[in-house]
């Protein structure tokens, strides 16, 4: 596998303000990457994706950023709502057999 | 999208039990499931690759004997955790996608496995 198990780092922001999060991958053959929300005691729920023929990728208020140079990836929220706050983890998807390698993950809080 | 559903959501267990947890794609046939362990405020950390019809593919370090997969149909792939002992505690996540290549795979909502 490629993930490891570290502690979560943190990442505090106030209401209104942008989050960046970001994500270091592992296998510079990856093609494909998400950006997950997991709430607490819940499974990881879509939020965005990337190919990687692509290096930007816009949704409503979430932003993914790819640099294949450096392997890292971003997400960008916008105006961070107290609904936000969770953890966020990354996923490089891995050919053959459509495997998901996640990242660390941040755990993000949002201060009303 | 596409639901995937895992059973049972919390599960107590005595040491030495063997608890079987279920994960189906409810809207969808699913021909390759994913097992996943995490660990509190940890990140997931794939275990095994569940291929309908055939044998699963473990991560390395995944003990296949004390993990068992059964995919069995297209719909329902289950692990059962053998002999559990309180090292074996942890939030288990099943996901499955609707095809190969590019796809999102959808997650199930988790089991919280508590070995005493």
């Known amino acids: 596998g490629e993930s490891v198990g570290l502690h979560l780092p943190t990442l505090s922001v106030q209401e209104g303000d942008n989050s960046i999060i970001n994500c270091a991958y592992s296998n510079s053959a990856s093609d494909y990457f998400i950006w997950y929300k997991q709430e607490s005691g819940k499974g990881p729920q879509f939020i965005i994706d990337i190919r990687s023929n692509m290096d930007k990728r816009q949704g409503q208020r979430v932003t993914v950023l790819l640099n294949k140079t450096v392997k890292h990836l971003s997400l960008q929220i916008a105006a961070t709502q107290p609904g936000d706050s969770a953890v966020y983890f990354c996923?490089?998807?891995?050919?053959?057999?459509?495997?998901?390698?996640f990242g660390t993950g941040t755990s993000l809080t949002v201060i009303p | 999208g596409a639901v995937v559903s895992q059973h049972p959501s919390r599960v107590i267990c005595k040491s030495g039990t063997s608890v079987k947890i279920e994960c189906r794609s409810l809207?969808?046939?699913?021909?390759?499931m994913f097992w996943y362990r995490q660990f509190p405020k940890q990140s997931l950390m794939l275990m095994a690759t569940?291929?309908?019809?055939?044998?699963?593919?473990?991560e390395q370090g995944v003990e296949k004997d004390k993990f068992l997969i059964n995919h069995a149909s297209l719909t329902l792939s289950t692990l059962t955790v053998t002999s559990a002992h309180p090292e074996d505690s942890s939030f288990y996540i099943c996901s499955a996608s609707p095809g190969t290549g590019w796809t999102e795979a959808f997650f199930g909502q988790g089991t919280r496995l508590t070995v005493v």
């Open positions: 809207d969808f046939q699913a021909t390759t």
């Open positions: 996923a490089e998807i891995q050919q053959p057999g459509n495997q998901f390698y």
């Open positions: 569940s291929n309908e019809g055939s044998k699963a593919t473990y």
